[in-house]
């Protein structure tokens, strides 16, 4: 283990076995954060950008303008959407909506039903379409971050404190960038169940690992697992870090998209989740910005 080294200077490596036990409020065993991705996805690439290849499912290569993906993602903004916001506000629970300018800047409406749900608004980029890449030059980068925070603080009435890169794209500029605007903390980092610091060491992001391998995107639409089999598998992996919380607290963030579980005939698989979490003393649900800076505190001791 002593021999161990990164690859980068990002942050150090730190293998849970070896961390003094985390406390959450109330000495909850698990802190739950629900990402809801509120994404545009555009008829075309805009001239210049990258769409990320995972974006267009190999069954269907339409030529642009992809009018049939187009419509299947809007699902999620028209209707889908306001099955999780009657879902969440049923059982209790708040949610973090990442919003992209696209949705921002067409949705406003939307955004502005997030915030009277009392759901955390935190920026998802420019758009779907437009990942972040090292091929982007530095100051484009940087009017990038700025205009997709600017664009969800304008329906927000608040500057995002987190962020949410789509398809998770980075440059090894981005954690600096989004320091240097005043971001608290990131969901990119899929490499740990605690939050941990990640960036600039005179101010580093807060990193908040979203469970991307057991999305509803990911688990379900792209590897086709049922969506049976997506409810007992969410439900164990809460078990799991519900039972290891008893020895230190644990972090339980869930990516949900719209488009994909707010269709009628899955929304009543989260609903099951939901329940099931519910049933669980010791589990403090709340937004990622409230876990980010919850666990700064902590940190600053």
Known sequence: MKAYRMDHGLYAWS?????????????????VAFVVSLGHFEPEVAPGAFDPPTHRSPLRMMPPPDYPTVT?????????????????????MRATAAVDALTAQGYPQL????????????????????????????????????????????????MPRGWLSPEQSESSRTLALLSERGVDYVCGWANDDQPYLIGRTDRPLVSLPLMQEISD??????????????????????????????DGGRLFALPLHPWCIGQPFRVR????????????????????????AWYRRLSDR
Not at 15 to 28: E, H, T
Not at 223 to 241: G, I, P
Request: charged share 25%.
């Open 217 to 246: 995107v990911n688990l379900h639409w792209n590897r086709r697992v049922t969506m049976a089999q997506w409810t007992a598998l969410v439900c164990e992996a809460f078990d799991t870090l519900y039972r290891e919380g008893r």
């Open 15 to 31: 293998p849970i076995v070896s961390r003094d036990p985390l406390v959450w409020p109330n000495s909850a065993r698990i802190a």
């Open 72 to 92: 299947h993602r809007e699902y999620g903004h028209r209707v889908g959407i306001f099955r999780l916001f009657d879902l969440f506000e049923a059982h209790a």
């Open 111 to 158: 955004v502005a039903e997030c915030r009277r749900q009392g759901w955390e608004v935190i920026a998802h980029g420019y758009g779907q379409r437009r990942a972040i890449t090292a091929e982007i030059p530095e100051a484009d980068e940087r009017t990038y971050i700025q205009m997709a925070l600017d664009a969800a603080a304008s329906v927000a009435n608040a």
């Open 269 to 292: 698989y989260l609903e099951q989740v939901l329940a099931h979490i519910g049933k669980h003393d010791g589990v403090w649900t709340t937004t990622g910005g409230e876990i980010a």
